[in-house]
């Protein structure tokens, strides 16, 4: 639920492709012949659902991919768009439930196509990506266990980039202005006109001018990886793994959209999880702490690291309700899905700004002190 642009969220073009020229893509690009395509939701990419059908007398029935169509903005990235890429498959190999790409016919990860309507010179990398199974997170009940879950797995997957994943074009990672990546909360100073006069408006600015003050300056303290940068509720795909009603089971079967990509720092992906982990829970403030716990028990955070964690999370919902704000001005027939995170996500930043940093982290670490007695305090 990212913008992929860097500063200028304004000036991306998504791509508008109908079913039938999404169809036909399939078939030029890469060879294949769609039984069945549907529209999935998405911020500024185009992204299909696609069925097709396989010729090979070997391989029967039908394979399911997403088919990714990325705004003509990035689509003027392509080293991105390809260490990106590169990563899913990377992680895939180190077995976690990534998607990885359908080759073009040519062999290629992606191609540069012209737009539905063949006119002027606007052009989008397209990609076919294997289509995972499971439910997003969103649309289930989140428990303990699958919480705890989710910690681990971002710390897991940084640790995995971090310590082994070396490609060429890694560089285009560190991506400046890029106005999601939690360093530049600041610059959400340009968008804020979007929420217009209000208590909104005057929580963010508070949380703009002390993430100013006190995040901004310890960034260096902070230990530096590359972040999945958008571990939400939609982006994590879980299956069953039990038949309990009473008391379900979960493991992750999907981590999708790496458009987000970005050097960072460990802390970072924990404080995105978290406030993502916190918008559908019926205990928002109790998520934290079992969110933290599973991170830590792959990478244990430091002290300057857990006292920058709430202004970090209210960093992120600043981002995502802000920008959001923002981009249904722009944009206001994709409203809906825009604003799915502000929903909830306003009276749970004021819930927290409320009961106050000390309490609320209180709250997280006594939580995460129960899986781990000697975790830091």
């Known amino acids: 639920m990212s913008s992929g642009n860097d500063c200028q969220t304004q000036t991306f073009i998504k791509p508008a492709f109908s079913e039938e020229a999404a169809a036909e893509l399939v078939d030029k690009v ?29 391989a029967e029935g039908a394979d399911e991919y997403v088919l990714k ?15 990106q890429t590169q990563a899913m498959m990377f992680l895939s190999v180190e077995g976690f439930p990534s998607a990885t790409p359908y080759l073009t ?14 006119s002027g010179d606007t052009k989008y990398m397209v990609r076919l990506l294997t289509y995972l199974p499971g439910t997003p997170v969103a649309k289930i009940t989140t428990n303990a266990q699958i919480l705890y879950e989710i910690g681990k797995l ?3 997957l940084d ?39 209000n208590k909104y408006r005057a929580v963010v600015e ?9 995040v901004i300056p310890k960034l260096g303290s902070f230990r530096a990886c590359i972040n999945h940068g958008d571990l939400n509720d939609h982006n994590i795909l879980v299956v069953s793994s039990s038949a309990s009603l009473e008391n379900p089971q979960y493991r992750v079967s999907g981590i999708l959209d790496f458009s987000d ?24 403030l109790g998520v934290g702490g079992h969110v933290l716990a599973g991170f830590e028990s792959v990478v244990p955070l430091t002290a300057e690291e857990r006292g920058a964690l709430f202004l970090l999370v209210s960093g992120r919902f600043a981002q995502s309700l802000v920008i959001a704000a923002h981009t249904a001005l722009l944009y206001p027939e994709n409203r809906e899905y825009l604003m ?34 000697h975790a830091p305090g």
């Open 159 to 197: 640790k995995a980039l971090a310590e082994k994943f070396h490609p060429p074009s890694v560089q285009s990672l560190h991506r400046g202005q890029f106005i999601w990546n939690l360093a530049n909360v600041p610059l959400l100073d340009q968008y804020i006109y979007a929420l217009g006069q």
């Open 69 to 83: 169509i990325t705004n003509a903005d990035d689509s003027r990235k392509p080293d991105l768009i390809q260490v």
């Open 261 to 284: 990509m970005s050097y960072g720092y460990y802390v970072f992906e924990v404080a995105i999880a978290i406030m993502y982990m916190m918008i559908e829970s019926p205990d928002p």
């Open 340 to 373: 799915i995170t502000a929903k909830t996500g306003w009276k749970h930043l004021l819930t927290m700004f409320e009961v106050g940093q000390e309490a609320v982290e209180r709250k997280w670490f006594e939580t995460a002190r129960v899986y781990a007695p």
């Open 30 to 58: 890469f060879g294949l012949k769609v039984s069945w395509l549907r529209p999935l939701p998405s911020y500024d990419d185009q992204n299909f659902h696609v069925r097709v059908l396989r010729a090979d007398a070997e």
């Open 105 to 118: 016919k040519e062999g290629n990860i992606m191609s540069l196509e012209p737009g539905d309507t063949g």
């Open 154 to 156: 971002a710390a897991s």
């Open 206 to 214: 508070q949380v703009i001018e002390q993430f100013k003050g006190k």
